[in-house]
């Protein structure tokens, strides 16, 4: 792994411990040899205001790091003037790895082009208890993603992109994952203009591919440190009878539906295990886009459903196993988003597919299957991306839940 990545989470989880809210910890370039000094995307000598000392190897366990740098933080003048350095150089093995550090990401903009300050004035959380930091520090459910590094995967169409939009609007920084890099782009260069700042960074990726997904991450944390909240909202469909579907599209819906949430939730476990390590209070979330068809077998769709249904099941097994790290594991269920391109397109949506299997008995046009399908919902309409949202934002605020299948269907399908 590459040591500027490897060290960045320990680094910001220290930060995160010392000030008790979401920092950016931004790498300047990667490895420097040979002793020499590093210089920053400007050509400048990154002069650092805190220079640690991280030994010979990363081969010490992350605590033994986490240690490190936490005691590098407290013996550091500036914090003693209850600041935060700005410039971080991290030495380990005759090699230098050099950071910025800021409360978010305008403030790593504003040092890269030369602003002269020393520190960051350190935000008090004398209230946070060591096992619910957020539900203390948010004074309401819009602010517990402000200023967290999120990650949306499918993130640039869609449920993905309002999902994108809802979390910038949050104050939250987004990496818009998505195999149509092309478009996650585009929509990252809309959302910083309109919001004048950067506030999302395209990551093009393919989720169903390891490597892929590792270099992702690894860009991530050179980028901003670490990471707060994984939405794994990926997904296909392709729905067909049984009888009638050959078994490589089968088995392309459980590749990306199924196997690719394992592959995302890996990685990004990997990296919030490391933050952990030198952050022990702070909580992070993994929430996987699911759907109602996870929890009620779904008509002439059953590659879709069942990989939905075997997607809980890695929710709630992973859920077990992380909430070692302070990984909450999740997932949203939500019902059928009649508006997007997902059901709508006119030449690949579902209205069509399903028009075409036959899968709503009597129907003869597109308009006669979203009816038949509206009305299956007791609230009588779609879901919406604001819907996904707010469930989102309500699993990340509650710190005492993992594990669970979140249903948002209007009331079409209920938990008993």
Request: charged fraction near 15%; aromatic fraction near 8%.
């Amino acid at each position: 792994m590459n040591k500027a990545a490897f060290f960045a989470p320990l680094l910001r989880g220290a930060i995160i411990t010392k000030t008790g809210v979401p920092w950016i910890v931004s790498s300047v370039i990667n490895t420097i040899g040979n002793g020499s000094q590093g210089v920053n995307s400007t050509g400048q000598n990154p002069s650092a205001a805190l220079w640690v000392d991280a030994g010979e190897t990363t081969a010490q366990d992350e605590k033994t790091l986490a240690d490190i740098f936490a005691k590098a933080l407290s013996s550091a003048p500036l914090t003693a003037e209850n600041k935060i350095p700005a410039r971080i150089c991290v030495k380990s093995g005759g090699e230098e790895y050099h950071y910025l550090s800021a409360p978010d990401f305008a403030g790593i903009e504003k040092i890269r082009q030369g602003a002269q300050a020393e520190g960051w004035d350190i935000v008090p959380a004398a209230t946070h208890t060591p096992c619910s930091p957020i539900s203390t520090l948010a004074p309401s459910r819009a602010d517990v993603v402000k200023n967290r590094i999120a990650l949306v995967t499918g993130g640039a169409q869609g449920f993905g992109e309002e999902l994108t939009r809802g979390l910038i609007a949050s104050g939250a920084l987004v990496f818009i994952a998505d195999l149509n890099l092309i478009g996650a782009e585009k929509l990252a260069q809309t959302l910083n203009a309109e919001y004048g700042k950067p506030v999302a960074f395209p990551a093009g990726v393919n989720v169903s591919d390891e490597d892929s997904v590792r270099a992702m991450i690894e860009n991530i944390t050179l980028t901003a440190g670490g990471l707060d909240l994984c939405v794994s909202n990926a997904g296909v469909l392709r729905a067909a009878s049984i009888l009638e579907q050959d078994i490589e599209s089968f088995k392309f819906v459980t590749e990306v539906n199924y196997t690719a949430f394992a592959v995302v939730s890996k990685h990004c476990a990997l990296l919030m295990k490391r933050q952990h390590a030198a952050a022990p209070a702070w909580t992070t979330d993994i929430i996987q886009i699911n759907s109602k068809s996870g929890l009620d077998g779904s008509n002439k769709n059953g590659s879709y459903a069942g990989s939905k249904f075997g997607g809980i099941g890695l929710v709630q097994s992973f859920a077990k196993e992380l909430v070692e790290y302070g990984i909450k594991v999740n997932a949203i269920c939500p019902g059928n988003f009649f508006d997007g391109p997902l059901w709508s397109d006119p030449v690949k949506g579902l209205f069509v597919q399903y028009l075409n299997t036959g899968k709503v008995p009597g129907a003869k046009t597109v308009a006669e299957v979203k009816a038949f399908y509206e009305a299956k919902v007791p609230m009588n309409r779609g879901c919406t991306g604001p819907d996904v949202l707010r469930a989102a934002l309500y699993l990340v605020e509650q710190v005492y839940e993992t594990g669970q299948a979140l249903p948002v269907t209007g009331g079409q399908v209920m938990l008993s």
